[in-house]
């Protein structure tokens, strides 16, 4: 499975203290698990978080799911303790929080180098402070200043960006569009993946379904889960529909015949495609094989 195609449907928070939760992650079909030492984790439970999050990625048996340790933000004094315990178990990537300036994605990439992370092991950061939308351009730009490669995406905390705003988590999240958006462009323009933030109504399906709609919409990767139940929705709402992927396989075939060769655009189907289209439909249809290919 190619790494920059690597479905994102559905990432599910699993707090680090919670053995029980570890193991059941194992078993559950998300794309991916946040196997959490920050939010989720009682203060008094943050060693033994960390210690089991590293076994437990150590011991494996997570099959094709992409394994992100959150650690704590380094400001609290347990983050580079966090670091050093998710550098020795080599998850797929590292998640810190409250990040707010390139300088400290710098720093994050920095410290992952010096306790000797692998060359294969990525940062993630959250998105959830005004400062950081504030300044999410040049957050985004740090992957690509020297040292900051490690840098793949963003996950939005909207519950802490609700916090410190005071702005309210209504339906369609009309006060959060045009954070949601700032993130997104910043992301897109400097190749990063991007997910979208949690929704606290577990008992509310129609209304989960309505915001994972709305964010595959804003063209989000997938979206933070808090609850297993909300893993169907997410991957269902997230993956490209039969009908998009047999489009997109009509419009890559359109483009391969001779005649094609020389058009910047062709009819397909009744609808004006150009060749913009064809990129499209080769990434939906490489995110279609994807998913299979990590359903087994």
């Known amino acids: 499975m190619s790494v920059s195609l690597r479905p994102r449907r559905s990432l599910l928070y699993m707090p680090g203290s919670n053995a029980r939760a570890l193991e059941k992650a194992r078993s559950l079909p998300a794309d991916g698990v946040i196997l959490d030492l920050e939010d989720a984790v009682a203060p008094d439970q943050k060693a033994l978080a960390r210690t089991q999050v590293a076994a437990a990625v150590k011991a494996g048996g997570y099959g094709g799911r992409e394994l992100i340790i959150r650690i704590n933000a380094l400001s609290t004094g347990l983050g580079e303790e966090d670091i050093v315990a998710a550098v020795s178990a080599n998850p797929h990537a590292v998640l810190a929080p409250k990040v707010d300036s390139a300088a400290g994605i710098i720093d994050l990439c920095q410290m992952l180098d010096a306790h000797g992370a692998a060359p294969s092991l990525s940062l993630w950061v959250m998105i959830e402070t005004p400062r950081a939308i504030l300044d999410i351009a040049s957050i985004a730009a740090a ?42 462009l910043a992301a897109r323009a400097h190749g990063l993946d991007i997910i979208d933030g949690v929704y606290n109504g577990l008992k509310d399906p129609q209304g989960f379904l309505a915001e994972c709609e709305q964010g595959r919409d804003l063209g989000f990767d997938g979206k933070t889960l808090i609850h297993p139940d909300q893993i169907a929705v997410a991957n269902t709402v997230f993956a490209p529909s039969p009908d998009e992927v047999a489009f997109a396989e009509k419009i890559i075939a359109a483009f391969s015949t001779p005649e094609a060769a020389t058009l910047g655009a062709l009819q397909v189907e009744g609808r004006m495609v150009e060749r913009l289209h064809a990129e499209m439909a080769a990434r939906t249809v490489a995110i279609h094989r994807a998913i299979a290919e990590l359903n087994g």
């Not at 020297?146 to 999240?173: I, S």
């Open 143 to 184: 992957k690509r200043e020297p040292g900051g490669a490690r840098l793949a995406g963003f996950v939005m905390g909207t519950n802490d960006l609700a916090k410190e705003t005071r702005a309210r988590l209504t339906p369609g999240r009309a006060a959060f569009l045009p954070m949601l958006m700032q993130a997104l």
